[in-house]
């Protein structure tokens, strides 16, 4: 069953959040390894150092390349994996490259199987069945739209502050919404969303849900998400 950690942003000037969720799975083992999957940086080398300081003393970082490392290679970092780890970037350019590389496919069964994720912003968008509600531009120019589908909802990360913004995001899920039937979250920055199985919780931070032809509610905190409007 899906064991999800889902944020809107990392932490605050660094990745604290990711590292206070990955903590439990990595704790007190002398070969912690974290699969690090920066797919969606058009550089992905850029992240390696700066993520492995983050998480130095706690696990060692092993980064997958899907554009130069084969299939097997990547396979066998995810199956060594204590947990993977999928940052934020352009959601488009991860699963453009997750699904050429066919690592997509071992990825989602391992996710399945219950191999935890912790994820931010583009890494949290692909957790969902498909990445439509992604605000980043396709420069990919990728037919590759399917997520990880963890979770039956859909998410919108970086929801606006402000009123205006707010109800421009709605309007343009709403366009989602004519074409799909499924929920979508969407996550202020500091949000942090859990999905253990079939239980998909709010842990902290402001975020609200958008279902089809309904109001969006807000989400309380540590209260359980239901998939269908349960009124």
């Not at 932490?11 to 990955?22: H, L, P, Q, V």
């Not at 913004?165 to 920055?189: E, K, T």
């Amino acid at each position: 069953m899906p064991n999800l950690h889902l944020f809107s942003s990392p932490g605050k000037d660094d990745i604290r959040y990711i590292i206070e969720a990955s903590r439990p799975y990595l704790a007190g083992k002398p070969d912690a390894m974290v699969a690090h999957l920066p797919l969606a940086s058009l550089y992905v080398e850029r992240w390696q150092d700066p993520a492995g300081d983050s998480f130095k003393g706690l696990a060692r970082l092993e980064t997958i390349n899907a554009e130069t490392m084969p299939l097997l290679k990547m396979e066998d970092i995810i199956r060594r994996a204590s947990l993977v780890y999928i940052p934020g970037g352009n959601t488009f350019l991860l699963a453009h490259r997750l699904h050429v590389s066919r690592l997509m496919t071992f990825l989602q069964k391992k996710i399945q199987a219950g191999l935890p994720v912790v994820a931010f912003s583009a890494g949290t968008i692909l957790c969902g069945p498909n990445i439509l509600t992604s605000k980043d531009m396709n420069t990919v120019a990728t037919s590759h739209f399917e997520g990880l589908n963890g979770t039956p909802f859909n998410f919108l990360t970086h929801y606006a502050e402000d009123a205006y913004g707010r109800s421009v995001q709605d309007d343009w899920l709403a366009d989602y919404h004519f074409f799909h039937d499924n929920p979508v979250i969407m996550l202020s920055d500091g949000a942090y969303v859990k999905v253990d199985g079939r239980k998909t919780s709010l842990v902290r931070g402001e975020a609200w849900i958008l279902r089809k032809d309904q109001e969006k509610e807000k989400i309380g905190a540590e209260n359980v998400i239901p998939v269908q409007d349960t009124k």
